[in-house]
């Protein structure tokens, strides 16, 4: 990774607006884009946008990176000022979706800021800056990626995140850390099943008689679910089967640059499961 360190530097220094006001970061020699991947939920035999899901395009000499290979190649003592930049480029860029009534998932990673009332600090002042943003608490779900997190911070972050409005979802569930025991001491509003864990799952034959029983058990604590990752009709199937709430996918939708037009309408469910592709990953 090129560049010299940011820690020092503040956030709005790296942002920019292009010649239509789509604001993008930049970080050495990186240009950040914000990309949005619709959610949906099922109505009947239709899936409806109800959420996108803030993620980044990096850019470098105007050719795309694999996000996961950006991410990994910031120096630790950067990633605070990187994902606080992401997260803004998220929030600011949300209004040139063009469509209303639609919440914003964005990530927030623990790890990368050990220290819980700096992190709590941080949150405070992202809300209080909501409104320049045309934005309110309630519109907002943070995803906490809690791979071996402290439970007490955990708890402590999603406490005050809900104090402000904002909905908690746990990230990853499925691999490791992500088990019904966290999602009883978080108590999240959402628990998004991991794509790569769910796909796996599904290929067993029996999978919709053992998935619909977790999705129920999760459902018994207060909290929705969410699966990732859907990538063909079968998973689609076994996800719908089971009584999830929502659904993400590059089966139903790829994420889209800041500043592409929205797609309002419904998927068809009876299409997607007639249909099959080999969906190939762009983002991590």
């Known amino acids: 990774m090129t560049g010299r360190p940011h820690r020092r530097r503040n956030v709005g220094e790296a942002i920019f607006a292009d010649e239509v006001g789509i604001e993008y970061g930049v970080y050495g020699a990186f240009r950040l884009r914000s990309a949005y991947q619709p959610i949906f939920a099922p109505r009947g035999r239709f899936l409806k946008a109800v959420a996108v899901e803030g993620l980044i395009e990096p850019h470098r000499a105007g050719r795309l990176v694999a996000p996961r290979v950006f991410f990994e190649g910031v120096p630790l003592a950067d990633r605070l000022f990187v994902e606080t930049m992401c997260r803004v480029l998220h929030l600011r860029n949300f209004?040139?979706?063009?469509?209303?009534?639609l919440d914003l998932f964005f990530n927030y990673n623990p790890l990368i800021n050990d220290d819980p009332g700096r992190a709590l600090a941080e949150i405070r002042l992202m809300t209080r800056h909501l409104a320049e943003f045309d934005l309110y608490p309630g519109m907002l779900v943070c995803e906490i990626t809690e791979q071996a997190a402290d439970d007490k911070v955990l708890v402590s972050l999603a406490r005050e995140m809900r104090r402000d409005g904002i909905r908690i979802?746990?990230?990853?569930?499925?691999t490791g850390h992500s088990t019904e025991e966290r999602v009883a001491l978080?108590?999240?509003?959402i628990v998004k099943i991991d794509g790569t864990w769910f796909a796996e799952f599904c290929r067993h034959a029996a999978a919709e008689r053992f998935f619909r029983?977790?999705?129920s058990a999760l459902h018994d604590r207060g909290t929705k679910v969410l699966?990732?990752?859907?990538?063909?009709?079968?998973?689609l199937r076994v996800a719908l089967d089971g009584g999830v709430d929502l659904l993400q996918g590059?089966?139903?939708a790829r994420p889209a640059l800041a500043g592409t037009l929205f797609d309002e309408e419904p998927l068809s469910i009876d299409r997607l499961l007639g249909r099959d592709n080999n969906v190939v990953p762009l983002f991590g």
Do not use: H, K, M
Not at 95 to 101: S, T
Not at 169 to 174: H, S, T
Not at 186 to 189: F, I, K, N
């Open 95 to 101: 209004r040139n979706i063009g469509v209303d009534g």
């Open 250 to 252: 590059f089966y139903l």
């Open 186 to 189: 978080v108590q999240p509003d």
């Open 227 to 235: 699966v990732e990752g859907i990538e063909q009709s079968t998973q």
């Open 169 to 174: 979802a746990i990230d990853d569930f499925g």
């Open 213 to 215: 029983p977790l999705v």
